[in-house]
């Protein structure tokens, strides 16, 4: 019985970074259509928000290791090791995927410039409406712009 909760949390949170990278990274694909590049700025992003979450969740199912009930070790055990092997494959195997099978490709090949200046404008318009933190509240914030 256990063994469905490891699998709904593990694969949620799963779910959830890789939707995160992925965002990440069709906006940074659209800066300069390289993919390599695209990467490596999503990796300073969004991949220190994956990793600090992931570690968190990590150290807060550990800590069923210290309950006497047998069953409640195994599922921190387990649900920390799921937790661990989707964050390496969200950070290791997604960006390889996204490099090789180039996904984005015929997505902004159909754009115009029309659909730049749109996508400019929107970007514009959101963040003026929800404006990035100072910088002296967050150090090398960056934005998607």
Request: hydrophobic fraction near 50%.
């Amino acid at each position: 019985m256990m063994t469905i909760t490891i699998a709904a949390i593990s694969v949620g949170i799963a779910v959830d970074n890789t939707i995160h990278y992925i965002h990440r990274f069709r906006h940074e694909f659209a800066i300069d259509r390289n993919y390599l590049a695209a990467m490596h700025r999503s990796h300073e992003s969004i991949g220190y928000a994956m990793y600090y979450t992931s570690i968190t969740i990590i150290i807060g199912f550990s800590i069923l290791v210290l309950s006497k009930f047998i069953p409640s070790i195994y599922f921190g055990l387990l649900t920390g090791l799921a937790m661990l092997i989707a964050l390496m494959a969200a950070l290791t195997l997604l960006p390889q995927l996204l490099i090789f099978l180039k996904p984005l490709k015929e997505l902004f090949n159909n754009f115009t410039a029309r659909h730049y200046r749109t996508v400019a404008l929107m970007n514009s318009i959101h963040w003026i409406l929800n404006p990035a933190p100072s910088s002296k509240d967050y150090k090398n914030v960056r934005t998607c712009n």
